[in-house]
C-alpha cells in the first residue's frame, strides 16, 4: 500500500484521488462563481422542491431551497460585485420556509438586480406553514394532534383545508348578537339578553368574544358566565384605552363567539381544543380522510427585505414576479386584542401602557429603493399582506392579487412622521423627510381582507408621500377601501401628494361603520382622488354613518375630482372637521330623500364645489365608458414611473 501523504489539508492516495479531488473543487466553483452564465452581466440560480442543495443550481441540477439560494447570492456578490444581475428561477412546486427568508444590501446594494422569477407564473407558492397529518375520524368529525413549534403547542387560530380557509366555529353561523348592557367599570364584563343565553352553554373555556366597536373589534377569552344574572366576565380588557372603546359607547353592540365546545356544527368548521390536546374539523361534502391536505400556518413573516439602519446603506432592485406568497401567522397578544383602527392596536405589554402598533405583514420592506412585486398573489394570510414601511422609496406593485387575508391587504409608510435627521445615513427625499415615498401600486386587486380582523383596510396609506394608486379594484371588505392619513388634526405631518385614481372600489363596509370606500385623514397637501368609481356600500345598522368617501378629522388640502359614487345607502360624501376640500365635477347619486354630502362639524364655508353633478335615483348605472375607466387595464405600460 502507497503511504498517504498530506498536501494542503487534504489526504492524497491514489492519481485517481487527485483527479476526483480536483474534479470535486470544479464543482465547488461552479457553485460558488457562476451558476448558470445567461450572458455576461446575468447569472440564473435555478431553484426546484424537487432538487437538492448540494446540486449546481442549474435548469438540469437545481438547489432545492431558498435559503440556499440567498447563500449563493452573497458568494456571487462578493465574487462578482454589485453590478452584475441575479436571477432565481423557481420552479413549479409550494416552498416551505421553516424561517423567514431575509435579504438585505449584502445581497442586493444595487445597481444590479436580483430577481425571483416563477419558471411558470402562478404554479409557486411560498409558504410559512405546515402540513398536518395523521387525521382520524371520531364520531362525525376529524381530529389530529396540535403540532409543536419550539416544543410548545402551537396556538393555531387558522386552517386550510385543500387550498381553502376553514371556518373557526364560531356562534351565530351568520350574523351576531347584541349585548344588554355593560358591566360595572365597562372593560371586562357585560350582560347579554336573556334569548342568547343557549350560546353559553357547557364548557366556555377557550372560548373567544368578540366584540365589535363601531369601526374596530376587540378579541378576548370568556373567563366566566353566571346563567342567573346573564353576566360574562372576560379574562382581558375590551377596547382600547380612549374612552369611547369602552362597552356600551355604541349601545346594544354587536358581538360573536369564536372557538367553543359546541359551535362545531358546520361542514367546514374547525376549533383547538387544548384541553385534549387537537385540532377538530367538521369535512366537507366529498372531503376524505385520504385525499385531505391541511395546512396550519407556522411562520410569523415570510419575507423581509432590509437595508443595513446603522450605515444607511439601501437594499436596491429586488423583483419578485409570479409568485404566490401563502400562510403567516398572527398570535393575539397576551393582554388580549384591542385594535384602534386599519389592524392598528394596543399590544398592552405594558399594562400602564396605550401605545399602538401595527399588525405586521407577511412580506415586509424597510430601507428599500426599487423593488418590485408584480403577477404576484397574497393569500391565506393571518395578519396583514404587504408591507412597504420604513425608508422605502420608487417601489412597484403591478397586476397582484391580494385576497384571503385576515388584515389589511397592503400598507404603505408608518404611523409617525419620522423627520430627516432621524432617518439612517444615506436616506434622501425630495420631501425632506424620513418617511416612505413613491410607492406605485397598480392593475392589482385587493378583496376579501379583514377576514378575521373586521376593522382591516384593503390599501392603507399612513404618513408616507407621492404614491400613487390606480386602476385597481378594491372590493368585499368589512370596512373600509382605500385609507389614506394617518392624523386627527390639520397639522401639517409627511403624508402628501398621493394619487388615487381611477380605481374601481365596491362592497365595502359590509360590517362595520364609520368608513368609506375611500376614507381620509389629516392635512394632505396635493393628494388628488381623481377619477374613482365607488358604488355598494351599505347603509350602517347603527353608530355614524358609511359613505362612497369618508373624510375625516383634519382632512384639508385634497382635490376631490370626477368620481362617480352610487348605491351608497347614505351620503355619497361625508365630511368630519374636514377644512380646505376641492370638489370638482363629481357624479353623486343619492338615495331618495338622501343629501349628497353630510357635514359633521364641519363648516360647508372651507369646502370649494366646482360643476358637481347629483341625481337622485333608487337605481342608477353608470355609462359603460366609466365602468370601463376604472380598475385594471387588460394591458399597461412595462415601467408606470415612465408614464
Not at 75 to 96: K, M, S
Request: net charge negative.
Amino acid at each position: 500500500m502507497i503511504p498517504a501523504r498530506k498536501y494542503t489539508g487534504i489526504i492524497l492516495r491514489s492519481p485517481r484521488f487527485y483527479s476526483w479531488a480536483c474534479m470535486s473543487l470544479a464543482i465547488l466553483q461552479a457553485l460558488v462563481v457562476g451558476i448558470v452564465q445567461a450572458s455576461n452581466s446575468v447569472v440564473e440560480i435555478h431553484v426546484s422542491p424537487r432538487g437538492r442543495d448540494s446540486s449546481l443550481g442549474t435548469v438540469e441540477q437545481p438547489i432545492a431551497s431558498l435559503q440556499r439560494a440567498i447563500e449563493l447570492v452573497q458568494t456571487i456578490r462578493r465574487e462578482r460585485g454589485p453590478n452584475i444581475d441575479i436571477q432565481i428561477v423557481l420552479h413549479d412546486g409550494v416552498y416551505r420556509l421553516d424561517r423567514p427568508l431575509f435579504i438585505t444590501s449584502a445581497e442586493n446594494p444595487g445597481p444590479g438586480h436580483l430577481r425571483f422569477i416563477a419558471a411558470n407564473p402562478g404554479k409557486v407558492i411560498l409558504s410559512g406553514g405546515r402540513l398536518l397529518t395523521g387525521w382520524k375520524q371520531v364520531a362525525q368529525h376529524w381530529e389530529v394532534a396540535i403540532p409543536s413549534v419550539n416544543n410548545q403547542p402551537l396556538l393555531a387560530r387558522e386552517l386550510f383545508v385543500n387550498g381553502r380557509r376553514a371556518v373557526r366555529a364560531r356562534t351565530p353561523n351568520r350574523g351576531f348578537f347584541r349585548i344588554d348592557r355593560p358591566g360595572p367599570d365597562k372593560r371586562t364584563s357585560l350582560f347579554i339578553r336573556p334569548e342568547d343565553a343557549w350560546a353559553f352553554d357547557g364548557n366556555i373555556a377557550g372560548s373567544e368574544f368578540v366584540y365589535l366597536h363601531d369601526w374596530s373589534t376587540s378579541r378576548v377569552r370568556i373567563l366566566s358566565f353566571d346563567p342567573q344574572t346573564l353576566q360574562v366576565v372576560f379574562a382581558q380588557r375590551v377596547g382600547c384605552s380612549a374612552p369611547h372603546y369602552e362597552i356600551g359607547h355604541w349601545p346594544h353592540a354587536r358581538y360573536f363567539l369564536e372557538n367553543g365546545e359546541r359551535m362545531l356544527d358546520q361542514a367546514g368548521e374547525w376549533r383547538l381544543d387544548t384541553e385534549k390536546g387537537v385540532i377538530m374539523y367538521l369535512p366537507r361534502p366529498g372531503e376524505t380522510l385520504e385525499t385531505i391536505e391541511t395546512v396550519v400556518p407556522v411562520l410569523e413573516t415570510l419575507v423581509h427585505i432590509t437595508g443595513d439602519v446603522s450605515s444607511g446603506t439601501l437594499v436596491q432592485n429586488v423583483h419578485w414576479e409570479g409568485i404566490a406568497f401563502e400562510h403567516c401567522r398572527f398570535d393575539l397578544p397576551d393582554a388580549g386584542y384591542a385594535a384602534g383602527q386599519a389592524t392598528i392596536y394596543e399590544p398592552r405589554r405594558d399594562p400602564q401602557s396605550a401605545a399602538r402598533e401595527m399588525m405586521p405583514a407577511a412580506v415586509t420592506l424597510d430601507l428599500a429603493d426599487s423593488c418590485e412585486f408584480a403577477d404576484c398573489s397574497f393569500r391565506h394570510l393571518g395578519g396583514s399582506g404587504l408591507w412597504f414601511r420604513r425608508e422605502c422609496c420608487h417601489g412597484i406593485v403591478r397586476r397582484c392579487v391580494f385576497q384571503d387575508i385576515s388584515g389589511n391587504g397592503l400598507n404603505i409608510g408608518e404611523t409617525i412622521t419620522r423627520p430627516l435627521k432621524d432617518a439612517s445615513p444615506k436616506w434622501t427625499s425630495p420631501f425632506n423627510t424620513g418617511c416612505t415615498y413613491g410607492i406605485h401600486v397598480e392593475d392589482s386587486v385587493v378583496r376579501e381582507c379583514g377576514v378575521q380582523f373586521l376593522e382591516a383596510v384593503g390599501i392603507w396609506i399612513g404618513i408616507s408621500a407621492g404614491n400613487v394608486i390606480e386602476h385597481n379594484e378594491v372590493a368585499e371588505l368589512p370596512y373600509t377601501g382605500i385609507s389614506v392619513g394617518w392624523s386627527w388634526n390639520d397639522q401639517p405631518t409627511g403624508c402628501r401628494d398621493h394619487i388615487i385614481r381611477a380605481n374601481h372600489i365596491h362592497h365595502c363596509m359590509l360590517i362595520l361603520h364609520d368608513g368609506g370606500g375611500i376614507y381620509t385623514l389629516g392635512r394632505q397637501p396635493g393628494t388628488r382622488l381623481v377619477s374613482n368609481l365607488i358604488h355598494d356600500i351599505p347603509p350602517n345598522e347603527d353608530g355614524a354613518e358609511s359613505n362612497g368617501i369618508f373624510m375625516d378629522e383634519g382632512s384639508s388640502d385634497i382635490l376631490v375630482e370626477g368620481q362617480t359614487i352610487y348605491n351608497v345607502g347614505r351620503s355619497p360624501i361625508r365630511f368630519h372637521k374636514a377644512l380646505e376640500v376641492t370638489l370638482r365635477r363629481n357624479t353623486l347619486v343619492c338615495q331618495p330623500g338622501v343629501p349628497p354630502y353630510r357635514y359633521n362639524r364641519t363648516d360647508p364655508k372651507t369646502l370649494r364645489f366646482e360643476d358637481e353633478h347629483v341625481i337622485e335615483a333608487q337605481h342608477w348605472e353608470p355609462p359603460d365608458e366609466v365602468k370601463s375607466s376604472a380598475g385594471p387595464r387588460k394591458t399597461v405600460a412595462t415601467d408606470p414611473r415612465s408614464q
